[in-house]
């Protein structure tokens, strides 16, 4: 197992690619605490199938928006397992709305959980993994954090502003042995994704016209390199973003291009 005696943390792990997450290191052998906000049952159903793998997992409530509820998290992810070896930055919230409408509340509210809630929880796991002289960070933007995409505004800002966040972490904290890495997923079918779609924002088959591999994410395409981020496999990789889009941002032609090399080969 690549993650025997480890302990993770990751953050909104009650539902999408937080749990696939929080299973995927469970199966290779971490005790994790599985954040959440309003799923308890959820969470605690995760850390219930992660004590079934034989590991010690607890569901664990807090808003990464606000600081006093994440250092009360990470307190008592440090009282019951004594220290944090991998932190899964993940939590996050779909937001979409016409720039010029934007209230400044939802702009505020969105940085606050997207972007300062992974530096805060960076932060108080960091202080941690620097006395442990070792740690893991796996930061989950996005793809929208690396082009502009129209209606994002708050979103795509926190998103790159996650992607600098690894890149100055990852230096500053190479000397404590401390890996700091990002994946930017492109669609990846979970609530988020599905809510849009239901709300007719997105549209599956207009989507699959953008990604060479033909098909939108899966939570676990995600947590197959969440685990290669956390293990040792990784140990020469730190302030990388790393796309896992189904090569939708490496694609940069006509959607008849596509189909006609599909055709042709
Ligand atoms: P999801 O299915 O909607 O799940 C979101 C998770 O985040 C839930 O566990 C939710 O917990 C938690 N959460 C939301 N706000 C929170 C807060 N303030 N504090 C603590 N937990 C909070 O979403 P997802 O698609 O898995 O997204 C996970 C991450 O991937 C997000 O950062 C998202 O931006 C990113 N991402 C997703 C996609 C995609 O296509 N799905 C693409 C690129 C990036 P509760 O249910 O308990 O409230």
């Known amino acids: 197992m690549r993650l025997a005696n480890k302990v993770a943390l990751?953050?909104?792990?009650?539902?999408g690619i937080g749990k696939a997450i929080a299973l995927a290191y469970a199966c290779e052998g971490a005790d994790v605490a599985v954040n959440y906000l309003h799923s308890m049952k959820e969470a605690e159903e995760v850390a219930a199938s992660a004590r079934k793998m034989g590991r010690r997992s607890i569901a664990v409530k807090a808003d990464v928006g606000n600081k006093s509820d994440i250092d009360h998290m990470v307190a008592a992810v440090m009282k019951e397992f004594g220290r944090i070896d991998i932190l899964v930055n993940n939590a996050g919230v779909g937001m979409v709305a016409p720039?010029?409408?934007?209230?400044?509340?939802?702009?505020?509210?969105g940085i606050d959980v997207l972007?300062?809630?992974?530096f805060l929880c960076s932060?108080?796991?960091?202080?941690?993994?620097?006395?442990?002289?070792?740690?893991?960070?796996?930061?989950?933007?996005?793809?929208?954090?690396?082009?502009?995409?129209?209606?994002?505004a708050a979103y795509g800002?926190?998103?790159?502003?996650?992607?600098?966040?690894?890149?100055?972490?990852?230096?500053?904290?190479?000397?404590?042995?401390?890996?700091?890495?990002?994946?930017?997923?492109?669609?990846?079918?979970?609530?988020?994704?599905?809510?849009?779609?239901s709300r007719g924002?997105?549209?599956?088959?207009?989507?699959?016209?953008?990604?060479?591999?033909?098909?939108?994410?899966?939570p676990e395409d995600v947590a197959s390199v969440a685990v290669f981020l956390a293990s040792e496999e990784s140990s020469y990789i730190t302030g990388q973003a790393i796309s896992v889009d189904g090569g939708w941002l490496a694609y940069s032609y006509l959607e008849s291009w596509l189909e006609t090399a599909k055709e042709r080969a």
Request: one cysteine or more; charged letters at 20%.
């Open 10 to 15: 990751v953050t909104g792990a009650s539902r």
């Open 99 to 109: 720039s010029a409408m934007l209230e400044e509340s939802a702009w505020r509210r």
């Open 115 to 118: 972007l300062t809630g992974v």
């Open 123 to 152: 932060q108080a796991v960091g202080r941690e993994m620097i006395k442990q002289k070792s740690g893991k960070i796996v930061n989950i933007s996005s793809v929208v954090g690396l082009g502009g995409m129209p209606e994002r």
């Open 157 to 197: 800002s926190a998103k790159a502003g996650v992607i600098n966040l690894t890149k100055v972490l990852g230096c500053e904290w190479a000397n404590h042995h401390i890996n700091v890495n990002a994946i930017c997923p492109g669609f990846v079918r979970t609530d988020l994704v599905t809510e849009l779609m």
């Open 201 to 218: 924002l997105y549209n599956e088959k207009e989507l699959l016209k953008l990604v060479p591999l033909g098909r939108l994410g899966e």
